[in-house]
């Protein structure tokens, strides 16, 4: 059974750092799309990174703050974020597709097959 588990989410003060993990099981993870959405309340969720085949999407409120990066021996994507702002303020959500992810517009697409339940991060003083 395919299934991604996020974890690492928590309460910082502006400008602090985070680092989210996702821990995948029931599928080849080094071969697939691997990303990240978020979902404030009331907004949209959007894709704040990605990454596929050595290749990373970033979306541009997040470029030069976060990293996404994947450790294959422990089937596991990282999500380090810096300098951290109140509107990253959002519910973190892990997703996974054996397919490239899709980029339309500068936006990525959430056509993603499997999501995590989700990691909450709350940026405030």
């Known amino acids: 059974v395919e299934r991604l588990v996020e974890s690492g989410g928590g309460l910082v003060q502006p400008g602090g750092s985070l680092t989210l993990s996702c821990v995948a099981s029931?599928?080849?993870?080094?071969?697939?799309?691997m990303a990240w959405f978020r979902q404030a309340p009331g907004k949209q969720r959007e894709g704040v990174a990605a990454l596929y085949g050595g290749s990373t999407y970033y979306h541009d409120s997040v470029k030069g703050r976060f990293t996404i990066s994947q450790d294959s021996a422990k089937n596991t994507v990282n999500l380090q974020m810096n300098s951290l702002k109140p509107e990253d303020t959002a519910t973190y959500y892990c997703?996974?597709?054996?397919?490239?992810?899709?980029?339309?517009?500068?936006?990525?697409?959430?056509?993603?097959?499997?999501w995590g339940q989700g990691t909450q991060v709350t940026v405030s003083s």
């Open positions: 997703a996974a597709d054996s397919r490239p992810p899709l980029v339309e517009r500068g936006v990525l697409r959430d056509a993603f097959l499997y």
């Open positions: 029931g599928f080849t993870f080094s071969s697939w799309a």
